[in-house]
């Protein structure tokens, strides 16, 4: 239900903002506005308001909207009305109320992000995690726990800045400077090669094929919860127990702990604990679960994690109301560019489509951001609205970028576009937006099945 109302809310929101763009230029204009309509297809509730000429819908395909304007090319125009028709209208009003649709998206996420950046943002610092041998973030001489300060020059303040920083990089093919602070306090400059990366790489998670992750402080093989009844309790722990050895194998973290139990399904586990500063030995047979087909052994134990030690790994980042405007700008500016970068190399292959994502997908993130809290919520809407502000803003036909082009060069030509030409660009936008949903669609069900 949280991911249906999520993504509903989404939707609603995006939709009625970018068609409220086109509407409220065109009435700007003075073009006789017939239907707003949020989704497609059959009405479900329409509504005029006193003696609107406007007609507000709710229809059935919850996946966009659109907003019908008075226009001698859709039927019959009483000649009253022929001054208040979309068509007889000069080209650049025409081409402004076109774009302001895709424009009323990239505002909504400028508004959004400085929600965000007045009320905080969290994070995690860019501290550098374990460092993998063979990878660029080794061969650039990172250690685990740098933490990275800035990009060429710019300064980061959380992972999510490295992330974005380090892809802008990548789809420019270019190397990434980074100031790193050390353990120890001092500052140093290491070049990060990013031309290893293949298209393939950022269908995935990119910057571990850097080699770069968040630190994790380690966690200790000390019990901090134990379901009841479960195998870990009838085998005799306690909590505050302190694994020390299984099998006379020592167990160092709490991962170790947990590997040697689900490698051991119903199968006995001589264990050596330290409680109360004194040596014991248990013996705990682990429980047999099996999911998605694997077997595996379970005690019902929970470790003991030193809170502090990670709330000191978070940060929030807040900004006064002017400088947190000049941030949200900056962030919509970059996030567009990337978003163009990323689609100009799906064009020519370099970057593979299965980076495409449809509404499952959209759903799903829709979901699990709105159930992390309302801050990851706004930023999943600023970042679908600047999507979908660039994606209409393309020179495809059918779409608002397709109408500019058209328009575009009607203003230059000194005439329209003859109707040949405009029905042939629509045919051809229909059959470019449904291979490019069909490519969406099969992404999200093969990420639903294959994960």
Not at 45 to 71: H, Q
Not at 287 to 308: K, M, S
């Amino acid at each position: 239900m949280t991911t249906l109302l999520a993504f509903i809310v989404a939707i609603v929101v995006l939709v009625v903002f970018h068609e409220w763009g086109h509407y409220a230029v065109a009435r700007w204009c003075g073009v006789k506005v017939l239907r707003f309509s949020v989704g497609f297809g059959q009405v479900l509730y329409a509504k005029r308001f006193g003696n609107g000429e406007t007609e507000w819908v709710i229809s059935a395909i919850p996946l966009g909207g659109y907003v019908k304007m008075l226009d001698e090319r859709e039927g019959e125009v009483a000649a009253s009305d022929l001054p208040y028709a979309f068509n007889r209208k000069p080209v650049l009003q025409r081409m402004a109320i076109v774009v302001a649709g895709p424009l009323a998206n990239l505002l909504l996420a400028i508004v959004l992000y400085w929600v965000l950046f007045v009320s905080g943002v969290p994070g995690l610092k860019p501290v550098v995690g374990e460092i993998r041998p063979d990878t660029p973030a080794a061969q650039a001489l990172l250690r685990e726990q740098d933490t990275i300060v800035g990009i060429d020059g710019m300064a980061v303040a959380n992972w999510q800045d490295v992330r974005w920083r380090l892809l802008d990089l990548v789809l420019q093919g270019r190397q990434a400077q980074l100031e790193v602070r050390a353990v120890q306090g001092g500052v140093a400059l290491r070049t990060l090669h990013l031309s290893g990366l293949s298209a393939a790489d950022l269908d995935g998670d990119f910057m571990a094929k850097l080699g770069l992750q968040p630190y994790q402080p380690p966690i200790y093989p000390v019990i901090g919860k134990l379901v009841a009844d479960g195998a870990g309790q009838r085998g005799g722990l306690r909590e505050g127990d302190r694994v020390l050895s299984v099998d006379g194998t020592s167990v160092p973290l709490w991962r170790d702990w947990v590997e040697v139990v689900r490698a051991h399904p119903r199968q006995t586990l001589h264990v050596e604990i330290e409680r109360d500063q004194a040596l014991l030995r248990l013996t705990i047979t682990p429980d047999r679960l099996e999911e998605n087909g694997v077997v595996f052994g379970r005690i019902g134990a929970a470790p003991l994690v030193d809170r502090a030690t990670f709330d000191a790994l978070r940060t929030e980042v807040s900004y006064p109301p002017l400088r947190a405007l000049e941030q949200a700008l900056r962030k919509t500016w970059e996030t567009s560019v990337i978003s163009l970068k990323m689609m100009a190399k799906m064009v020519v292959g370099e970057v593979s489509l299965k980076n495409l994502s449809g509404p499952i997908t959209i759903a799903d993130y829709a979901g699990q951001s709105a159930q992390v809290g309302m801050g990851a919520y706004l930023g999943f809407l600023a970042l679908i609205s600047i999507s979908l502000g660039i994606l209409n803003l393309l020179p495809i036909p059918l779409l608002d970028g397709g109408h500019l082009l058209y328009y575009a060069v009607e203003f230059f030509k000194g005439s329209p576009v003859p109707d040949a030409l405009w029905d042939a660009g629509q045919k051809v936008g229909i059959a470019l937006l449904l291979i490019l949903m069909s490519f969406a669609l099969y992404n999200d069900i093969s990420r639903l099945i294959l994960g």
